[in-house]
């Protein structure tokens, strides 16, 4: 939330007779920087935090950036160079992050590339925007969303029987959209082309914010995000954030937070772009000035 002096400020300019023009002037700069006075917490990894960031501080707020997850290079690539030995044979790739476009095309491009055949799928618009960023156009994704149970839901991965399809992800994660696909009738191959692991970020200067009440809301893009938040936190600054807003990207970290026991219900972003952040940040403030 909040603090009480930065919501007092923004609901009442004077305890006497308000100044009209001076009134006015408040509301066009609360119009043009929406989220002035506002202190986010953005989780996202160092790499990919920075335009967020950039975005939430060009809208007057504070973004206060807190790593809780790293995108590392794969230890050994044996598996992945096994799963895309004829990278031809394939109809259908599935990139399941920014990351799975970065890593996975990084590897495609220094042996043959993506066959022009191949159609080309993404989770959600921000990994439909790192594709066209890659030059990879013509992408198969949800118009809002991103998670498997959205993709899952399109016409093109429900027409999957006897294709023979690549999901370029992390190693690990969730299984549901390769076991859906092979239930349908497809032959899936995962190629598993980076790591996520938990960043060795020193949390004290996050601690000691938290106990002097110095942030209004949290960002979480990810389930393991919101997991190593927590687990990088000590007990009283775990209770600290767990009282403050939240704005996640599905409904899985939803669930996650609810399960942490979160104080405040979390709000759902459209997806997982920078965009659908910010305008999810921006509708929570609105609807804060208005309580």
């Given at each position: 939330?909040?603090?009480?002096?930065?919501?007092?400020?923004?609901?009442?300019?004077?305890?006497?007779?308000?100044?009209?023009?001076?009134?006015?002037?408040?509301?066009?700069?609360?119009?043009?920087?929406?989220?002035?006075?506002?202190?986010?917490?953005?989780?996202?990894?160092?790499?990919?935090?920075?335009?967020?960031?950039?975005?939430?501080?060009?809208?007057?707020?504070?973004?206060?950036?807190?790593?809780?997850?790293?995108?590392?290079?794969?230890?050994?690539?044996?598996?992945?160079?096994?799963?895309?030995?004829?990278?031809?044979?394939?109809?259908?790739?599935?990139?399941?992050?920014?990351?799975?476009v970065t890593h996975g095309l990084a590897y495609l491009k220094s042996r043959d590339g993506l066959p022009p055949h191949l159609t080309i799928a993404a989770i959600g618009r921000g990994t439909a925007k790192a594709l066209a960023d890659m030059g990879v156009n013509n992408v198969v994704s949800p118009m809002a969303g991103s998670d498997s149970e959205t993709l899952l839901a399109l016409p093109t991965l429900n027409r999957v029987a006897g294709k023979?399809?690549?999901?370029?992800?992390?190693?690990?994660?969730?299984?549901?959209?390769?076991?859906?696909?092979?239930?349908?009738?497809?032959?899936?191959?995962?190629?598993?082309?980076?790591?996520?692991?938990?960043?060795?970020?020193?949390?004290?200067?996050?601690?000691?914010?938290?106990?002097?009440?110095?942030?209004?809301?949290?960002?979480?893009?990810?389930?393991?995000?919101?997991?190593?938040?927590?687990?990088?936190?000590?007990?009283?600054?775990?209770?600290?954030?767990?009282?403050?807003?939240?704005?996640?990207?599905?409904?899985?970290?939803?669930?996650?937070?609810?399960?942490?026991?979160?104080?405040?219900?979390?709000?759902?972003?459209?997806?997982?772009?920078?965009?659908?952040?910010?305008?999810?940040?921006?509708?929570?403030?609105?609807?804060?000035?208005?309580?």
């Amino acid at each position: 939330m909040l603090s009480r002096s930065a919501t007092s400020s923004l609901r009442n300019c004077s305890t006497s007779a308000p100044n009209l023009s001076s009134t006015r002037f408040m509301a066009a700069a609360d119009v043009a920087q929406p989220l002035s006075r506002v202190r986010v917490l953005v989780t996202r990894p160092a790499a990919q935090a920075r335009r967020l960031a950039e975005m939430i501080e060009q809208a007057g707020g504070e973004a206060v950036r807190f790593p809780a997850l790293e995108i590392a290079p794969l230890s050994d690539t044996t598996a992945l160079e096994q799963a895309l030995t004829d990278i031809t044979r394939f109809n259908l790739a599935i990139f399941i992050s920014p990351n799975a476009v970065t890593h996975g095309l990084a590897y495609l491009k220094s042996r043959d590339g993506l066959p022009p055949h191949l159609t080309i799928a993404a989770i959600g618009r921000g990994t439909a925007k790192a594709l066209a960023d890659m030059g990879v156009n013509n992408v198969v994704s949800p118009m809002a969303g991103s998670d498997s149970e959205t993709l899952l839901a399109l016409p093109t991965l429900n027409r999957v029987a006897g294709k023979r399809i690549v999901i370029f992800r992390g190693e690990g994660g969730r299984e549901l959209l390769g076991d859906t696909l092979r239930a349908r009738g497809a032959e899936v191959t995962y190629a598993e082309c980076y790591r996520r692991v938990r960043p060795a970020t020193d949390a004290a200067p996050l601690v000691a914010r938290l106990a002097a009440g110095g942030l209004d809301i949290v960002t979480v893009t990810s389930v393991e995000t919101l997991h190593n938040l927590h687990d990088m936190l000590d007990a009283p600054a775990r209770e600290r954030l767990r009282r403050l807003p939240i704005v996640v990207v599905g409904r899985r970290q939803a669930e996650a937070c609810r399960a942490l026991g979160w104080s405040h219900e979390p709000v759902i972003a459209r997806d997982a772009s920078d965009e659908a952040i910010l305008a999810t940040l921006k509708a929570w403030r609105a609807s804060q000035n208005s309580l």
